[in-house]
Structures are given as C-alpha cells and as structure tokens.
C-alpha cells in the first residue's frame, strides 16, 4: 500500500513539470502563418434513389361459415348465406386491401363445434373465427376452444346498443362473454291464412277442433321437425315449443335433466292424441332419411300450419298457396311476399289455458378460436359487420332473425321494404309468448337433444302404449348418470 501511495505522488509531479514546459515553449512559438485559401467544395454527387419501401405483408383472414361461397347451386339449402359469402368477401377484401385477405372454409353446420375442438386439441390449425351460436358455448368453452372476449366487446362503441338477452346468452357460468351475438332467433309459427280464417289456435282444445275442420277437407293441420335427425336436433324446435308451453321442460335448474313431470307427461300424451287422429302430416317424423322433408308439405300447403325457428323464412320456398297463388323465386323472398300479401301470418304457438306459449330462442354471432393466428384480423371483421352498411345484410342472411344491435331492426326494414310485416309480426308473436333457450341449465347439450328427442320419437312413432312417465325417468337418469 505505501509502496503504491509513493508512485502515485511521482506521477503526479512529473505531469506538472511537463505541463509547464508545454506552456513555455507555446510562448515562445512564432506566430502562426495566414490559413491557405478554402479550395472549392468538389460538386456534390446526386444521392442514390432510395429503395422502394416493402409492401405490407397481406395475411390470411380465415374463417369457418356452414355456408359455401363456391357453392351456386339454386337449389341448395344453404344458397342465401352462399350469396351471401359471394358477395361480402370481395367487400370485406377491398375495405381490407393490403392487411387482410378473406379465406372462408366451409363445415358442416352439425360438426362444427366438435371439428373446432378437434383442432384445438390436437394443436392443429383453427381458424380467425366462427360464425356460432349460444347452444355452442358450454361445449366450446368446456374444452377450452374459444376465448374470453369480455374486455374487448365492452370496449366496442356498439356495445351498449346489444340487446341484453343477445349478451346472456354469450355470456358463460363465470360470467365472462365468450361470443358476439349478431341475430337473436325466436321460434314462432309459420301458418297458411286461408287455412285458419280466423287465426292460429289459442289453446291445444282449438286446435283439435280446427284440425279436424281440416282433416275433412284433406288438409293436415301441422307439420313439424319430429324426425330423431342431426343427433336430436327436433328437441330444440317443435318439441321444446310445445313442452314449454305446457308448462314443462328439460332441467332441474341444477345441470341435472328432469323430464318426468306432469307437463311433459301431458304435453307428449297430446301429441299421441293428433298424430292417432291423422291431424300431423306424415313428413314430420321423416327427416332423418331426407333432411329436413317436413318443409315441403308448409310449402305446398298440404299442411296449415310449421313451427320451427325464425330463420326458416329462408328454406321454405318456393310457395303455392291454397288459392293457388305461387311464390316462386326460389329464394327467402318467397315467404316475406307471401307474408305481406297476406297468404301467410306469423303467430305463437297454442297453449292450455293459463299457461303462455313455449318460444325457444337462440343467439348467432361469433366466437374467436383458442390459437387463433390473427384474432385482430376477427375483430376488424366483427366490428365492419357491426356498421349498420354491413349489419342488416348479416341479419338477414346468416342471422335469420332480429338485429342483436336494438338501432338496426329500422334500418333493416328501410333496406328490405318486404321484410316490415315479417318483423312486426314476429315481434308481436314473441311478446305473446315466453322465450328461453331449451336448454336451460344443461351442460353436455348435444347429448341432452340426442336423449329427449330420442325418447319424445319412442314414445309417439315407435311404441305409443309405452308409459310415459316411466320412459321419460328413464331417460333422464341416462344423462345425469354422467354428471
């Protein structure tokens, strides 16, 4: 330590003496000559071009609709959300011109949600996003295929204007929303005026009374999906509508399924009763060899009257009715001409006294795949179908029902003049009726359809002297056996 202390201190000495040598000499210094004259600056060189800037990347916008823009078959089922996809893609495209490139994937509408799960887990490629509806949620959520959307819908300028019953039914057990709800569809009652003069049936006692006013004169009073067809799927429609207005349902209010109950005894001991006296067309119960044939006698008006949801203005076409006025584009709007001329009204469903009408009620919209590559790329999508320039196009085609955005159902009738009556009258239907989704609080939902419409078939086509209420506590402890 000293040692290194003492050099320090030399150091330091000898810099001093050097600093003031340099000092000296710089006094003693001639003066400094005149700087030479500047030489001109050579000219400058022209600067390179600069490179063109890279162009944006343009991304794959993929989403999976049960609808086929490249499909053109006129007689397609699906041919009005096909037009439609043919016509918005290129829109959307254009709007979107350097960031997004629409690709569509079509799915079969009964295998979506499990052909999503199936991707999900196996981390596979899923799609941007999924047109979707409220009976898909649990399932979808339940196997972590879709993602909490909650934070940024509430941030959307539109949200406030969503029917709150469109954001329940998007919205999940914890409380979260899952979906963006699009189009609300209630179920009602298509029927043929010249058939019920007078209006629908009131009561389940009218009804067979002016069934078999019709039954004379060769003409069934109703038509319905009744088949076991697309694992169930009449539980939702026809079924529910008439186990709802009878008072009666499909759950306990707990998860558990709860069938055996006095109103859906009676409900399903009326139903016995009209097919045995010839008032329900044979049709009804044939869709699960030609999907969805209970349409054609509606269409034909071999049958008064078809129960089913909102959305099937689109598919029951083209029309003849009873004084023989033909319908006949072959598109939806054959039922809204038929509708505002007056052939055909829209009413709720009969119900025994004291009791309202069943109505069953879904939400479409959207869900945002878990693994999604470009989940910004759906939101831009969401939010240009959510502008009322894009919205009533989406309701009326995909959605089939009434605007989940409460501003719209105006500017839907401004654009689709043929559509006011449709809606007034749905509108009026609804009210008289009380709305919930079928499936109340059951979880394992297509397995749940699968059961009841299952067991609702046995008991009325396949053995109508099998005791109902057993046949139904049968049926239930089937399902809740895998709670």
């Not at 509430?154 to 019953?165: G, H, R, T, V």
């Not at 929303?177 to 006692?205: L, M, Q, R």
Request: charged fraction near 20%.
């Amino acid at each position: 330590m000293c040692s290194s202390s003492s050099n320090t201190r030399s150091l330091t000495a000898s810099f001093a003496t050097l600093a003031a040598l340099s000092l000296l000499l710089a006094a003693c210094a001639p003066a400094a000559q005149p700087a030479a004259p500047a030489q001109p600056a050579a000219p400058a060189q022209p600067a390179a071009p600069a490179e063109p800037a890279a162009p944006a990347q343009v991304r794959d916008f993929v989403t999976w609709y049960q609808y086929d823009e490249k499909n053109e078959d006129p007689k397609s089922d699906e041919r009005v959300g096909n037009e439609y996809l043919r016509r918005t893609i290129p829109q959307f495209n254009e709007a979107f011109k350097g960031k997004w490139r629409w690709i569509n994937q079509p799915q079969p509408f009964d295998k979506m949600d499990t052909n999503l799960v199936a991707a999900v887990q196996a981390g596979g490629d899923v799609p941007d996003l999924m047109q979707a509806g409220d009976g898909s949620l649990i399932p979808l959520l339940k196997n972590g295929a879709i993602q909490d959307l909650t934070d940024w819908i509430k941030a959307q300028p539109w949200f406030n204007d969503l029917d709150p019953s469109a954001v329940t039914g998007c919205t999940g057990p914890d409380g979260r929303i899952y979906c963006v709800p699009v189009a609300i569809s209630p179920y009602i009652v298509f029927v043929w005026k010249d058939h019920f003069p007078n209006g629908y049936p009131k009561t389940p006692e009218e009804f067979k009374q002016a069934a078999e006013a019709l039954k004379a004169k060769n003409v069934y009073a109703i038509t319905f999906f009744g088949s076991t067809a697309f694992d169930g799927d009449g539980a939702t429609r026809f079924t529910n509508m008439l186990i709802q207005s009878f008072g009666g349902g499909f759950d306990d209010g707990q998860g558990k399924m709860k069938l055996d109950r006095p109103e859906n005894v009676a409900a399903i001991q009326f139903l016995r009763e009209i097919v045995a006296a010839g008032y329900v067309h044979p049709l009804s119960w044939e869709g699960t060899t030609t999907p969805f044939v209970e349409e054609e006698p509606m269409k034909t008006a071999e049958a008064a009257s078809f129960p089913t949801g909102i959305f099937g203005y689109r598919y029951v076409n083209p029309l003849k009715a009873p004084n023989g006025k033909e319908y006949k584009k072959g598109n939806e709007e054959d039922m809204l001409d038929a509708i505002t001329a007056g052939d055909i009204f829209i009413a709720p469903l009969f119900a025994p006294e004291g009791k309202k009408p069943g109505c069953g009620i879904g939400v479409t919209g959207f869900v945002i795949p878990t693994g999604a590559k470009n989940p910004d790329a759906a939101k831009d999508y969401i939010n240009w179908i959510m502008t009322k320039e894009q919205n009533p196009d989406w309701v009326l085609g995909p959605g089939g029902g009434f605007p989940a955005l409460r501003s719209m159902l105006p500017e839907i009738e401004a654009r689709k003049p043929v559509a006011k009556a449709f809606y007034e009258q749905a509108a009026a239907a609804v009210a008289a009726s009380q709305c919930r989704p079928w499936y109340g609080s059951l979880e394992r939902r297509d397995e749940a359809k699968k059961i009841i419409q299952t067991t609702v078939y046995k008991l009325v086509k396949e053995d109508p002297t099998a005791d109902i209420s057993a046949t139904l506590r049968a049926a239930e402890e089937e399902y809740n056996r895998g709670n």
